[in-house]
C-alpha cells in the first residue's frame, strides 16, 4: 500500500525537532510522499529545504490567511519567483478564514487573489484553504477559473455538499483530514461519501487534527494511514484502492512532483 500526505507542516514544533524520525515512522506506514505547507513568507526556505534534503519530500510557497495582514506587500511576484525552485509543486496555503478573523478579511481576499495570479503564471495548483467563507470562496473561485486555467485542492474539506460540488465542477479536488474520523463529523462523512473517486485526496495537516485513534496527541503524517482506512471503511471500498487511488491522484494534481 502506498499513500501520500498531501498536506503536513514539517518544520512546525512537534515535528520539526525529530523531522528524520518522524518521516521514518510514515515510511514505515507506506507513506511515499509528503506534500511539506507554507503559511508566512519566513517559512519558504525552511519548508523548501526539507524538500531538499528528501526526495519524497515537496515544498508549496503561500500566506495562510491568517497571516494575510503580516504581508501587506505580498504580490504574485514574489510568489511566482519562489515558486521557480524544483521542488516547488503548490502555491499555498491561501484562501479565506472567517471563523478566527486573525486579519482583516479585505486583505485576506486580496492575498487570495495574488495566490491565484501566481497559479495561473506559473501552471501550479493552489492549496485552499477556507473556513466559515464559503460564498466569498466559492464566488472568487468561479470568477478566477472563468478568468483562466486555475486547479488545486480545497484542503482540510470541512465544508457542504454545495461547496464541494461546486469546487469539483470547477474541476478542483477534495483532501480530507483526521477530522472525517471524528464522532461529531456525521455531516463531513457524508459528504466524504459522494466525493469521486478520481478527486479524493488524504492528509494529516500534522501536526493538527489527529485521526481517531490518536486524537489528544500531536498528529504526525504516518497518520494519514488511519484516515485512508477509516475513509475506506465509511466509502465500502478496499483500502489499497482507495490508498492507490489517491496516489494517483496526487500526482494528477501535482504535476511537477511526478516530473
Request: proline share 4%; glycine share 8%; net charge negative.
Amino acid at each position: 500500500m502506498t499513500l501520500i500526505d498531501s498536506h503536513c507542516h514539517l518544520n512546525y514544533a512537534g515535528l520539526a525537532e525529530r523531522q528524520e524520525e518522524v518521516l521514518a515512522t510514515a515510511r514505515g506506514r507506506g507513506v511515499r510522499g509528503f506534500l511539506n505547507i507554507s503559511t508566512r513568507q519566513s517559512e519558504w526556505d525552511e519548508v523548501v529545504g526539507a524538500a531538499e534534503r528528501h526526495a519524497d519530500v515537496w515544498a508549496s510557497i503561500g500566506v495562510h490567511p491568517h497571516e494575510a495582514d503580516a504581508h501587506p506587500d505580498l504580490g504574485a511576484a514574489a510568489l511566482v519567483q519562489a515558486a521557480q525552485h524544483p521542488r516547488v509543486i503548490a502555491i499555498g496555503e491561501c484562501g479565506l478564514d472567517y471563523y478566527y478573523d486573525k486579519s482583516d478579511r479585505a486583505a485576506q481576499r486580496e492575498r487570495f487573489a495574488a495566490h491565484i495570479e501566481a497559479a495561473r503564471e506559473t501552471g501550479l495548483p493552489l492549496v485552499v484553504h477556507t473556513r466559515v467563507a464559503e460564498e466569498d470562496t466559492a464566488e472568487i473561485l468561479m470568477r478566477e477559473t472563468g478568468m483562466g486555467s486555475v486547479t488545486g485542492v480545497l484542503h482540510c474539506f470541512t465544508g457542504s455538499a454545495e461547496l464541494a460540488r461546486t469546487a469539483l465542477d470547477l474541476g478542483f479536488y477534495i483532501s480530507l483530514s483526521g477530522i472525517v474520523t471524528f464522532k461529531n463529523a456525521k455531516d463531513l462523512q457524508e459528504v466524504a461519501k459522494t466525493i469521486p473517486y478520481d478527486r479524493l485526496l488524504v492528509e494529516t495537516d500534522s501536526p493538527f487534527l489527529a485521526p481517531v485513534p490518536h486524537r489528544g496527541k500531536p498528529c504526525e503524517p504516518a497518520f494519514v494511514a488511519d484516515t485512508a482506512a477509516f475513509l475506506a471503511d465509511l466509502r465500502g471500498e478496499p483500502l489499497d484502492e482507495l490508498a492507490a487511488a489517491t496516489t494517483d491522484n496526487f500526482f494528477k494534481l501535482f504535476g511537477k512532483a511526478a516530473a
